[in-house]
């Protein structure tokens, strides 16, 4: 089993940008990403797992950053929605209106990302299964939904 | 070029998609230090002693706070509420502690190490429980409390806080009319936010006096003057900022981290500290939406005209009142429906009990109060044999007729109800009497139906304003005090200017977030209001903007500026549209060929002030409670199993009367929205508590949200009556898709299961015990 008793310097693979930072042990990956490294895409929104406000990718799987430790994440590839640039997934949730107050929106985007380079011809029942994970409390879902599946036939055209 | 009426897209939206908008948690300051709050584990109970010394020796530890330490009581409508509970808690999760840490960790800590004794007291554990004889006190001396903003009577020896009343006509002669009757009694469950972002605060106090705030409220100015006033601060001294929010639904309207986040700070030499709620907090200890009992009489004749209500509502205001004196009298205002009654007794109590206390949910208690009027219409249709639908259109409120609070409607005050029902009747494939259809085997079909209307029952004296400065190439700088949470006023606003000024929206610059050092005051970012309020100031700017742009221009090009125009960033002759002069050779004065410079910078200014509205009278509710009505009807199709009682949600569908749709894409966003938190509450959200009042459901796993795949399909429609006085005709739609929603799906369940259900949320185990009496 891992141990990490003291404090100590580590390494994360963050965008592919190599970051050095001193966690605590109890640290986790949101705190560290947020407070350390200054990238607060990835939101608290109940540091249980249940919300998915603090979702990115870890060697290419939505992960709740709430729920792993920093420590954990070492020797990871670490994708957060800073590393999206002009994706066809962001401007197709922008063009549906897929968010209100957009505090979730980091979390959707880093689930349906995922979903879309692990299942890129997933049908709809597929991606609602993968956007379970995430709770938006503005929206009515089905312009999440719809964005997903804009996003997905864009990608499948090209 | 038309801007209103188009799906411009969020000016923040970029941000939204790329982690880069703003939050107010995003925003870290180094040599910040960390409150933690230490919370009730019960619901009632005395405090013998608060142990804080070993706390106090622990690492990082700058201060501890007690009840003791704070001198004053806090309440928007009546100061009941201690920041820190003092003697005695009234709630699970209420504040009792607050420790100040240089580290979140050592703040969690030493939050830990204070002991707290208690001695168990009896709980109030509803309103009707509230008012049983013998019934635990929540406050011993509620008539003693100072009313901040009256009108509200606490009674002191008994749990009522406040009592609305509405008389209206004659009770004896509307029943005399009546040949058909219909009693009912409700009960629903308090209701969370849950908005996304958890409540946060951040305060330093500077040695020149002034106090910077930054929090997630809706309500920046409102912080602004209660810190003024509780700490005798001049009000120019505090300043209050709020980024970007997450959500808010009402839930950040009340001021509470931003008066403990003031005492952190000056614990701690004003250093910045920051309060902010984990989402267990958030559920236990920051404010809920009302849960409410009623007892509803409806009485009509024969062919179904509405003759009489006498309506009793018991709100679940909580261990303290906040705005619930304020939803008693929105209650009281619109308690008959958007249905014309013209013998009315309306009594709406707030009731103290041990529960977290309210404050205003998305609806401002609307959403239950509708519950339930639109379940006694559908057992009125049911008694006359009368269709859902026609029993509505044949009382649908029209203009003319006289609300409970006795305001003589016209079309643009109220919008058009019944077009709104003929509407959703096409948009249904409505077929009048259908009975629930059998679909295969145990599935049965049913569709219920709802009305709804609200005005925004507001101060008499809401204020609002806007500022455009111009940039020198011509384009705009809009300010507001509107809070963007989620809601859009900022693109809304921007969507008005650029309409006004006729000019592309890509010329209108906003800032996502609101200072009450820069921004003019916009009263509260609630009640559906911004659009119209904020609207109302963004046009007087903008006239304002055009006055000196065309003055400024007339002498440019020697005419009167009764003969010029603007477009397109330039202001012209209207007869000669070739003679113009560009807004980028004025907005910074202009410039002759020979040097010499006239004018300044150009600056639009408005201001608008809610008007014609009056307090409701204390005997008989009259008076005015808001500038206008939003009015629509709703439905909801389910398809339920009769073997084991799950259900599914086909559609959901909403016809409103918006006036004048503005973004068509938000607005049907913030519906389908609304719809989604109405099927929610209807169907699983519930703030449950134990015998002893413990709160059972303060986490995302316990108070269950939505997710997707269990959203319907959605219908939304909108029918367009102008409201005159409103920005482009727009009414009020932001709240509204939630209202109707959870009575809609109640009456559709209770269509299919063959039940009465009066009660929420409708689980399967709920719609099972009803059926069967919970036998197996």
């Excluded at chain 2, 009912?184 to 996304?196: G, K, N, T, V, Y």
């Excluded at chain 2, 044949?394 to 077009?419: F, K, W």
Aim: charged fraction near 20%.
């Amino acid at each position: 089993m891992l141990s990490y008793p003291e404090p100590g310097p580590l390494t994360l693979n963050v965008n592919g940008d190599m970051l050095s930072l001193t966690p605590r042990p109890a640290d986790t990956l949101l705190y560290s990403l947020r407070q350390e490294l200054g990238l607060t895409g990835a939101k608290p929104g109940c540091e249980n797992g249940d919300c998915g406000a603090c979702t990115v990718m870890v060697d290419g799987l939505p992960i709740k950053s709430c729920l792993m430790l920093t420590a954990e994440a070492e020797g990871r590839e670490i994708r957060t929605v800073e590393g999206l640039n002009n994706t066809v997934l962001q401007d197709a949730f922008m063009d549906a209106w897929a968010f209100q107050c957009g505090y979730c929106t980091s979390g959707f985007l880093m689930t349906a990302h995922a979903l879309m380079e692990r299942e890129p011809e997933a049908d709809e029942a597929t991606i609602v299964e993968w956007l379970r994970s995430n709770l938006c409390r503005c929206t009515g879902y089905e312009e999440i939904v719809q964005a997903v599946k804009a996003a997905l036939e864009q990608t499948q055209r090209s | 070029m038309s801007t209103v009426g188009e799906s411009v897209r969020r000016k923040e939206a970029p941000n939204k998609v790329t982690g880069r908008a703003k939050y107010n948690m995003d925003m870290q300051s180094p040599g910040t230090l960390f409150a933690e709050l230490v919370t009730s584990p019960h619901a009632h109970a005395r405090i013998r002693k608060i142990d804080t010394q070993n706390a106090s020796k622990m690492g990082g530890v700058k201060a501890i706070l007690t009840g003791d330490d704070v001198a004053f009581l806090c309440g928007e409508v009546l100061e009941d509420r201690p920041p820190l509970a003092k003697g005695k808690v009234r709630y699970f999760g209420e504040p009792v502690a607050m420790v100040v840490a240089t580290s979140e960790a050592d703040a969690i800590l030493a939050s830990l190490a204070i002991e707290v004794d208690y001695e168990m007291l009896g709980v109030v554990n509803s309103p009707l429980g509230g008012l049983e004889k013998n019934a635990p006190l929540v406050h011993e001396r509620a008539g003693d409390y100072v009313k901040a903003k009256p009108p509200v009577s606490p009674e002191s020896g008994t749990n009522i806080a406040d009592l609305a009343k509405i008389r209206k006509g004659d009770m004896a002669q509307g029943w005399k009319s009546a040949s058909v009757t219909v009693e009912a009694r409700f009960s629903l469950p308090p209701i969370d936010h849950a908005a996304m972002e958890t409540r946060s605060a951040k305060v330093e106090i500077l040695h020149d006096g002034r106090v910077l705030v930054q929090s997630t409220t809706q309500a920046p100015f409102e912080v602004q003057k209660l810190l003024s006033k509780y700490f005798g601060i001049k009000q120019g001294k505090v300043v209050v900022e709020t980024p970007l929010v997450g959500g808010a639904f009402g839930g950040k309207a009340t001021v509470q981290l931003e008066v403990l986040a003031y005492l952190a700070s000056k614990a701690v030499d004003g250093r910045l500290v920051q309060l902010v709620n984990s989402r267990e907090q958030d559920l236990a200890t920051s404010p809920v939406g009302t849960g409410l009992q009623a007892l509803i009489k409806l009485g009509a004749d024969e062919k179904g005209r509405l003759s009489a209500a006498e309506l009793t509502f018991w709100m679940d205001a909580g261990a303290y009142t906040d705005s619930s004196p304020r939803m008693a009298r929105a209650i009281a205002a619109e308690c008959t429906g958007p249905y014309r009654v013209d013998n009315v007794s309306c009594d709406t109590y707030c009731v103290y009990t041990n529960h977290t206390y309210a404050t205003a949910y998305r609806g401002f208690a609307h959403m239950p109060m509708t519950f339930c009027i639109e379940r006694a219409m559908d057992k009125l249709a049911k008694q006359l044999h009368m269709d859902p639908l026609q029993i509505r259109q044949l009382n649908a409120i029209q203009p003319g007729d006289t609300t409970p609070t006795q305001v003589t409607l016209n079309l643009s005050r109220l919008g058009d109800l019944r077009a709104c029902i003929e509407r959703m009747e096409t948009l249904l494939g409505w077929e009048p009497g259908k009975a629930p259809t059998h679909i295969s085997g145990d599935l049965v079909r049913a569709i219920g139906v709802s009305c709804f209307w609200k005005t925004s029952s507001s101060p008499q004296n809401a204020i609002s304003g806007a500022i455009i400065t111009f940039n020198q190439e011509g384009s705009m700088n809009l300010a507001t005090g509107a809070v963007e949470f989620g809601a859009g006023t900022k693109t809304t606003s921007a969507q008005i200017l650029a309409e006004r000024m006729d000019m592309s929206i890509d010329d209108v610059y906003i800032h996502s977030h609101v200072s009450t050092k820069v921004d003019p005051e916009h009263w509260k970012t609630v009640a559906s209001l911004s659009t119209f309020m904020v609207g109302r100031a963004v046009l007087d700017a903008a006239d304002d903007a055009i006055r000196q742009l065309k003055t400024l221009a007339a002498v440019i090009l020697r005419c009167s500026p009764k003969d010029l125009a603007v477009s397109q960033g330039r202001v012209y002759i209207k007869d000669d549209p070739t003679m113009n002069v560009a807004f980028k050779d004025i907005v910074h004065g202009y410039q002759y060929p020979e040097g010499n410079s006239i004018g300044g910078q150009i600056m639009g200014r408005g201001t608008y002030i809610v008007r014609h509205l009056s307090p409701l009278n204390p005997e008989d509710g009259e008076g005015r409670p808001g500038p206008s009505w939003t009015v629509g009807c709703q439905a909801v199709e389910v398809e339920l199993n009769q073997r084991d009682w799950t259900y599914r949600i086909l559609r959901a569908a909403t016809v409103i009367d918006a006036g004048r749709v503005i973004n068509p894409k938000g607005a049907r966003g913030m519906v389908m929205g609304g719809m989604c938190q109405g099927l929610g509450y209807a169907s699983r959200e519930a703030v449950r508590h134990d015998a002893e009042g413990h709160l059972l459901t303060n986490q995302l796993r316990t108070y269950k949200l939505m997710r997707v795949g269990e959203q319907p399909k959605y219908l939304v429609d909108f029918v367009e009556t102008a409201q005159i006085d409103a920005p482009y005709g727009a009414r009020a739609v932001g709240e509204h898709g939630v209202l109707g929603i959870p009575s809609a799906l109640a009456n559709a369940l209770s269509a299919a299961a063959g039940i009465e259900i009066d009660q929420l949320p409708a689980t399967p185990e709920m719609l099972w015990t009803l059926k069967t009496g919970g036998i197996l």
